[in-house]
């Protein structure tokens, strides 16, 4: 399995953005889809986007539309996800998880379809 390691959270005020990245150990990071999924104290864990393993697809939860963009970068075994126009409800633990899926199509959209996650990075959002 990959080991995962995201960075990136902290305390940002409402409309501001962060990037968070998720590193990635192992030599075959690009044979994995990765996902980034968040919780709020008190709720489940949600679905927030996914990219393919080449990075050439992306897919996203409704609420995370045109203000969040996920990327990966094979080559420094990473992925980001890009958060502009943050809102308080944006607040919530944010984690990365992978899945094997080379050449694969599907949207992983499912935790349980993940078998790797980081420990998760805090993002706070302050209005």
């Known amino acids: 399995q990959v080991q995962l390691v995201e960075s990136g959270g902290g305390l940002v005020q409402a409309g501001d953005s962060l990037r968070l990245s998720c590193a990635a150990s192992?030599?075959?990071?690009?044979?994995?889809?990765m996902g980034w999924f968040r919780q709020a104290p008190g709720k489940e864990r949600d679905f927030v986007a996914t990219i393919n393993w080449s990075g050439g697809d992306t897919y996203y939860a409704d609420s995370m539309k045109g203000r969040f963009t996920i990327s990966r970068d094979n080559a420094k075994n990473t992925v980001y996800l890009q958060m502009n126009s943050l809102k308080p409800e944006d607040t919530a633990v944010y984690y990365c998880?992978?899945?094997?899926?080379?050449?694969?199509?599907?949207?992983?959209?499912?935790?349980?379809?993940?078998?790797?996650w980081g420990q998760g990075t805090q993002v706070t959002v302050s209005s």
């Open positions: 192992g030599r075959t990071f690009s044979t994995y889809a």
């Open positions: 998880a992978a899945v094997v899926a080379r050449y694969s199509r599907y949207y992983y959209t499912e935790s349980y379809q993940y078998s790797s």
